[in-house]
């Protein structure tokens, strides 16, 4: 089972600041089979990215995805209010099919 | 537009059973990758069960044997059948569906199952 590691487990930034989160896995990971969610208190995640590097649609592009391998970055530029959240990393493999990173939250410094 | 919207969410003894709807809209249960996410009060997500397009079934090991997925295409309606619960199967749970079996794309707002005696 491929386990994911997510760090910081909590980011405190200022609005207008850049965030890096982290998302390592304990084996490689298919690039095409990391993605990104952010989950606000109360509601459902939603899909950033895909592929470690495509934005789903509607996505700004203030959002981005990075790596391979074994590590993955989500980089988020000029941080707003409603971009402090719950952001998780997951993975697809065979058992378990899917698995979540811990989650990082982002929240206001 | 692409909606799913859950049901069937309630409190329940340990050892009892519960079946959980997801009403689609927007397109139809059978042409996306259908699963069911988890989520325990202040936790991270779990998955816990996938129903392909093709109709192949996979469960966490965590339900294995105690939960089934399955899918109604005439209701255009994914749903979780749960017996054996225990209480550390307390969470809100998510159906969400995905154009591959990579990711999910589209989820619900959640119901709650609360196991507790």
């Known amino acids: 089972e491929i386990v994911l590691t997510q760090s910081p487990g909590t980011l405190s930034l200022s609005p207008g600041e850049r965030a890096t989160l982290s998302c390592r896995a304990s084996?490689?990971?298919?690039?095409?089979?990391l993605a990104w969610y952010q989950q606000k208190p109360g509601q459902a995640p939603r899909l950033l990215i895909y592929?470690?590097?495509r934005r789903a649609t509607g996505i700004p592009d203030k959002f981005s995805g990075s790596g391979s391998g074994t590590d993955f970055t989500l980089t988020i530029n000029r941080l707003e209010p409603e971009d402090f959240a719950m952001y998780y990393c997951q993975q697809f493999g065979s058992t378990p099919r899917f698995t979540f990173g811990p989650g990082t939250k982002v929240d206001v410094k | 537009e692409v909606q799913l919207v859950e049901s069937g969410g309630d409190l329940v003894r340990p050892g009892g059973s519960l079946r959980l709807s997801c009403a689609a809209s927007?397109?139809?249960?059978?042409?996306?990758?259908m699963s069911w996410v988890r989520q325990a009060p202040g936790k991270g997500l779990e998955w816990v069960s996938i129903?392909?397009?093709?109709?192949?079934?996979y469960y966490a090991d965590s339900v294995e044997a105690r939960f089934t997925i399955s899918r109604d295409n005439s209701k255009n309606t994914l749903y979780l059948q749960m017996n054996s619960l225990r209480p550390e199967d307390t969470a809100v749970y998510y159906c969400a569906g995905g154009d591959t079996d990579y990711y999910f794309d589209s989820w619900g707002q959640g119901t709650l199952v609360t196991v507790s005696s």
């Open positions: 927007g397109f139809t249960v059978s042409s996306k990758y």
């Open positions: 084996q490689n990971v298919n690039s095409a089979y």
């Open positions: 592929g470690a590097s």
């Open positions: 129903i392909y397009t093709g109709g192949s079934l």
